[in-house]
């Protein structure tokens, strides 16, 4: 029986992250794509000294991985670019590809990390900064481990893939969307690694970068 439902979630995964991943954008990473390492943009601070957080509406958002790709990148604190994680067995994703931009807002400390983001729109590039309207995050857990995660949609409406601009609208309107993300983060480093806590409204994600935004003195 527990067999059976892990072949059922697998099936519905596959079928529901493909629909997501087409709306996404039409471009897809493939194992060998050579993505260049980008200098992110909070890591110069003399050509993007009065980069913030947020702005009175909306979060900026970092690219790291696009939408639609299985290679890991993240933002290293040392060299100040997007690159590869180091050990060989965790720079591909064995799973399926991200079903949205994936990266991180600027400025902000949670938990000793930047508050992780992910864009529902068109495909970005890596170390791309994008400007956005949080429609509510994810709440994750396993273990002592917790993740908060915000979901986004691009201020520009010409790289809206979804016309939310709230989690109501999302939550209403866009429930298969809604469901595909809590399949795909409750799975994606292990069938079940971790465990869906909640969703919070759009309001709530503001007031968590802003509580967490790093500010300069």
């Given amino acids: 029986m527990q067999s059976l439902k892990r072949n059922i979630l697998i099936r519905s995964l596959f079928i529901l992250g493909v629909s997501l991943i087409v709306a ?4 897809i990473s493939s194992e060998n794509e050579e993505l260049e390492e980008k200098e992110v943009y909070v890591s110069t601070p003399k050509k993007h000294r009065n ?8 979060v900026y958002a970092i690219i790291e991985i696009p939408s639609g790709s299985n290679k890991m990148l993240n933002f290293s604190t040392t060299s100040g670019k997007i690159e590869p994680p180091e050990a060989n067995d965790e720079k591909m994703l064995n799973f399926l590809p991200f079903p949205g931009n994936f990266g991180f807002v600027p400025k902000t400390k949670r938990m000793e990390k930047p508050i992780d ?3 529902l729109s068109r495909r970005f590039d890596s170390g791309e900064l994008i400007n956005t309207f949080p429609i509510g995050a994810i709440k994750l857990k396993a273990g002592p481990d917790e993740r908060f995660i915000i979901v986004a949609v691009p201020v520009n409406k010409k790289d809206r893939t979804i016309q939310a601009l709230n989690f109501q609208d999302f ?7 809604k469901f595909i993300l809590e399949q795909w983060f409750a799975n994606y480093q292990g ?3 971790y465990k869906i ?5 759009e309001r709530t994600a503001y007031q968590e970068v802003d509580h967490f935004e790093i500010t300069d003195k």
């Fill in 24 to 27: 996404c954008g039409p471009t």
């Fill in 51 to 58: 980069l913030t957080a947020k702005t009175d509406s909306s």
């Fill in 117 to 119: 983001i992910i864009v």
């Fill in 197 to 201: 806590e909640s969703w919070v409204d």
């Fill in 191 to 193: 069938y079940g690694s």
């Fill in 171 to 177: 939550f209403t309107t866009y429930d298969s969307a």
